[in-house]
């Protein structure tokens, strides 16, 4: 009499179990059901607005619900992040990260989020190399020669950056810590004016985004020394890369998708899945790629230890550098 009883009860504990999987399965398939939006943390216009709309567009077509973009610019980028952590779980309310979201985790004491723990990743998009370029007065062609020449005239050479904590600034920072060498870091309101300054020689040396170089190193006006990333660039195949020299030293400028923590798991795959097809797409591909990014297709957990490795890599040069917003 006993075993019909005992049977029956897992029979219910399996379905009991299986109810949950089920839910998020259903939830999944049913996803979107209405328009989701994806915050930017910059103005309309600039990579991480494009980036976001190519992306935007490309999950509309495929998911069958609009994708809208929401500029929310300040802060360099902590509004929105701040929002989106602040928003649902349930994923209608997506984030566009990118390389400022781990540094702004050490740089900003007071933040009411914790970038690692509060936001999901979900997908990874483009990486893109900043350029190392030098005003041609100096008398330095490679990253050997740059090393050994600043080490010769300590502080001679200044460094311009989009501003304290830019990406630009703590690549440079990086640069410095890894090598030794000391530039005295000379720190402007945006990339466009350091580099307006690095072409009339009020600073000498420059990390910036190849977009805003290219044009002036093809007129000579600069000298491209090397990209940052631990690969050559597929945009300029020639130059070395730093690490070529100095081994470990990586950055780049990068971009991905984030969710609220506890958006449900099967939200966060379908939506990898459609942005890697993305990625996979030769239009799409080229039309990410054409101002010389790589597409990053990633499964979330490894882009998740990606964003990890980012904050943690920052944090150190921060704190050796004592950088304050």
Known sequence: M???????FLHLAAAAVAVPAISRTARAQTYPSRPVR??????????????????????????GQQFVIENRPGAVGNLAT??????????????????????NAALYDKLSFNFIRD????ASITREPLVMALHPSVPVKTVSELIAYAKANPSKLSMGSGGNGSTSHVAGEFFKMMTGVNMVHVPYRSHGLAFADLIGGQVQVAFGGMTASSEYIKTGKLRLLA?????????????PTISDIVPGYETSN???IGAPRNTPVGIIERLNRETNAGLADPTLKARLTDTGATVD???????????????????????????KP
């Not at 980036?51 to 495929?62: F, N, P, V």
């Not at 990209?227 to 130059?239: F, G, K, M, N, Q």
């Open 297 to 323: 297709a990633r499964l979330p957990t490894d882009f998740g230890k990606f964003m990890s490795e980012e904050a943690e890599k920052w944090a150190k040069v921060i704190r050796a550098a004592n950088i």
């Open 254 to 256: 990068w971009f991905g």
């Open 119 to 122: 936001v999901a990743p979900v």
């Open 82 to 103: 701040e929002a989106v952590v602040n928003a649902p779980p349930d994923g209608y309310t997506l984030l566009l990260m990118n390389a400022a979201n781990a540094i």
């Open 38 to 63: 994806i915050v930017v943390g910059f103005a309309a216009g600039g990579g991480a607005d494009i980036t976001a709309r190519l992306i935007g567009q490309w999950l509309s077509e495929r998911l």
């Open 2 to 8: 006993k075993l019909p009883h005992r049977r029956q």
């Open 227 to 239: 990209v940052t990333t631990a690969t050559r660039s597929e945009a300029l195949p020639d130059i």
